[in-house]
């Protein structure tokens, strides 16, 4: 058997929102996209993300809830630097999106920052410290 994990899928309440928030993190999403029940793009790595509304989920899956609570589910988006971890949190910020967890010198190394997507998944940006 030879599996490869190559896709991440975000289930959301409102794709419209869903979907500006990833464009404000730089990924080309379509700006039509919102029409869609299904989105998905391809990443410069190959790595393939997907959303699908509730609904879409509720079309196949009749038993699907939408989980309630903190987050089930981080992403993370390496910066090029930490000046830039302190940049997109703060364009973030400044676009209406919830920061959870302000930029700081983390211990193991990374100048760090989380954001919460419209669905409440955990988004976390990060980048390498210079060494001391």
């Known amino acids: ?23 404000d993190l730089g990924l080309d ?36 809830v939408s989980p309630t609570g903190s987050h089930r589910v981080a992403f993370a988006f390496q910066a090029g630097s930490p000046a830039e971890v302190d940049e997109v949190h703060a364009r973030l910020i400044a676009a209406g999106h919830r920061s959870r967890v302000a930029p700081w010198d983390a211990f193991w190394g990374q100048r760090y920052a989380t954001v919460m997507d419209p669905d409440g998944n955990a988004v976390d940006l990060y980048a390498a410290l210079p060494a001391a």
């Open 29 to 64: 999403i379509p700006a039509d996209a919102a029409n869609e029940p299904h989105v998905e793009v391809v990443l410069p790595n190959g790595m393939r993300v997907g959303w699908d509304t509730v609904e879409t989920i509720q079309g196949f899956d009749t038993e699907y």
């Open 1 to 23: 058997m030879s599996l490869t994990f190559d896709f991440v899928g975000i289930v959301t309440t409102d794709l419209a929102a869903s979907l500006a928030f990833y464009r």
